[in-house]
């Protein structure tokens, strides 16, 4: 068993990395690359020497052509050929022409093919061992024969007497031994430079292929199938959105989180950022130059936390987005529990001190002052909050409506409610979402409000905001004018939510920015300008849109279709 096992373990040991090497898509490539070079290189040597040999032929061939004209032409040839014994004349004659010459043989024969000479003194005298017929003729012939000399390529000629008779013939030859040594010299230098040839390719194609197995660390092409399609159902299954953007800004991969989150369609490979039709101010954040973390913008109908950076030394960006949308609902939603909180503080402090009024009044013994006194905050108390429960039904808007007017009243501001005000419970349908009704109307107070107070500054005026909050049967307006994005079709009818307020009113030039984030008349620093822009998302996102007009100061409209999502006017902005 021990000799059996032992060659086992060492062929492991020696060849693991030639096997690897293989299974690697860099030494599948590298070993067809050899393959393909070798082949190349021996075809070549192969081409080259068939040319060499046949040039080297084809010269072997006027080479003996020339000497056999040269010997048939001779005088000594032509008048030992009538003597008594050419022979003894021609044997020496040809040998010294044969060595000066260098070819194989040259064999005088008389017309019947007996030869006078011949380079072994044995054959004189015998047959001569080839075709003679076209020289016979007056031809000159050349082809490649076995004769004593063993295979050879010759020539015969005849040799001409003075009344124009062929009386001889001249037959001249190189035996292929000697023409294959005359190859052996270029054929070593073709070996040699096919050798250099295919180590030098041989070399470079390890070295692009040591390259090509850097990068692809060593995978095979299996390997590297299987890693692409885990890439691609990765891809699919992050919830985060991923843009993938090469030097020109240009989309080399986005996944279906991103199209979701941006609302992109079609065909997106190749096409520029900046040409997807995105907001202004994520296009602009996306191509710049600084990486950007955590920075939150707008589309059409969500929030998205926008991160960037740069791939490598400027191979591209790497663009990811994370959807925001109900986080900044539910931040909405916070603010206005939080704002409740406060206010249902400081009404608790107002009425203490309001207690202690009426009992201080007690103790000195003015008891109807101290009723007149209760009963009159009482009243002032409870009339918003009587108008407000008896003109909307709705929860969620009633309790948005006091907690904000509490807020207002504790920062000097006067909240009413028109007298045409009227929602009945149970006519919004279930699809508008809460929150949203909270982003829209909660926002818009709260920049009412900011902006009376600012107006108040300059003006003489109290500070105070109308909100106005009905169903209307049809999507036109009822006043309140001005520019703005015109408005749906409402098939079935829609919510209408006003706010107006005694502020300095908005810039006509500025309507077509009042919604953009970043926009705001503040200049405190503190990140104002994303409120209006949140309304006349939820707005979008309902089918809805939003009015600017003015009043004594600025007056927001909102629409709602009850009806759902429907499209809205041709013309009307996005």
Request: charged residues 20%; negative net charge; proline residues 4%.
């Amino acid at each position: 068993m021990s000799v059996s096992t032992a060659p086992t373990r060492s062929r492991h040991r020696v060849f693991p990395l030639p096997r690897r090497l293989v299974r690697s898509l860099a030494g599948q490539l590298f070993v067809v690359q050899v393959v393909i070079v070798a082949a190349v290189v021996a075809g070549g040597a192969v081409l080259a020497y068939l040319f060499t040999a046949e040039r080297t032929e084809d010269a072997a061939r006027r080479e003996v052509t020339s000497v056999a004209h040269a010997v048939a032409d001779s005088p000594t040839v032509r008048s030992a050929v009538g003597g008594p014994d050419p022979t003894a004349v021609l044997q020496p004659y040809v040998e010294q022409v044969r060595q000066d010459t260098g070819v194989s043989f040259i064999t005088v024969m008389d017309t019947d093919g007996v030869r006078w000479t011949h380079p072994l003194p044995e054959q004189i005298g015998k047959r001569y061992l080839g075709h003679i017929d076209w020289a016979l003729a007056g031809q000159t012939r050349s082809e490649t024969y076995t004769g004593t000399l063993g295979p050879s390529v010759r020539v015969v000629t005849p040799v001409w007497d003075d009344r124009h008779r062929v009386v001889a013939l001249v037959s001249v030859g190189l035996t292929l031994e000697s023409i294959s040594g005359q190859l052996s010299g270029p054929l070593l230098a073709l070996v040699g430079v096919a050798v250099a040839a295919l180590a030098l390719g041989g070399a470079g194609t390890y070295l692009a292929n040591s390259r090509l197995r850097r990068h692809t660390h060593g995978m095979g092409p299996d390997e590297l199938s299987h890693l692409y399609e885990y890439h691609q159902a990765t891809l699919r299954s992050v919830r985060e959105g991923l843009i993938l953007l090469d030097r020109a800004h240009r989309v080399v991969l986005c996944n279906d989180a991103a199209r979701e989150l941006l609302g992109l369609a079609g065909e997106l490979d190749g096409r520029p950022v900046a040409g997807l039709g995105l907001p202004e101010a994520l296009v602009a954040a996306v191509l710049g130059e600084a990486p950007v973390r955590d920075e939150v913008h707008l589309t059409a109908e969500r929030v998205v936390v926008l991160n960037t950076s740069t791939i490598g030394t400027g191979l591209g960006r790497v663009v990811t987005l994370r959807d925001h949308t109900e986080l900044q609902s539910l931040s909405g939603e916070l603010d206005s529990v939080r704002g409740f909180t406060e206010a249902l503080g400081a009404q608790a402090h107002e009425a203490a001190n309001r207690l202690h009024a009426v009992v201080s009044l007690i103790e000195l013994g003015r008891h109807e002052q101290a009723v007149e006194f209760a009963t009159a905050e009482l009243a002032l108390a409870q009339q918003l909050t009587d108008r407000v429960v008896a003109a909307v039904s709705e929860p969620v808007l009633a309790a948005l409506l006091l907690g904000k007017a509490a807020q207002a009243a504790e920062r000097g501001v006067e909240l009413t409610l028109t007298e045409d005000s009227r929602i009945d419970d149970g006519v919004l349908p279930p699809g508008l979402s809460p929150r949203d009704l909270i982003t829209v109307l909660g926002n818009l107070i709260d920049n009412a409000v900011d902006a009376a107070i600012a107006g108040a500054a300059h003006s003489p005026v109290a500070p105070e905001v109308t909100v106005t909050a009905r169903i209307e049967d049809s999507g036109q307006g009822d006043g309140g004018g001005g520019g703005g994005t015109g408005h749906a079709d409402t098939r079935g009818g829609c919510l209408l939510l006003r706010v107006a307020d005694t502020g300095a009113g908005i810039d006509p030039a500025a309507v077509e920015d009042v919604f953009r984030r970043g926009w705001s008349t503040k200049q405190d620093g503190r990140g104002h300008g994303l409120g209006l822009a949140l309304v006349a998302q939820a707005a979008r996102r309902n089918g809805g849109t939003v009015e600017v007009g003015r009043d004594r100061g600025a007056v927001l409209t909102v629409w709602l279709p009850l009806a759902g999502r429907v499209r809205e006017r041709e013309g009307a902005p996005a």
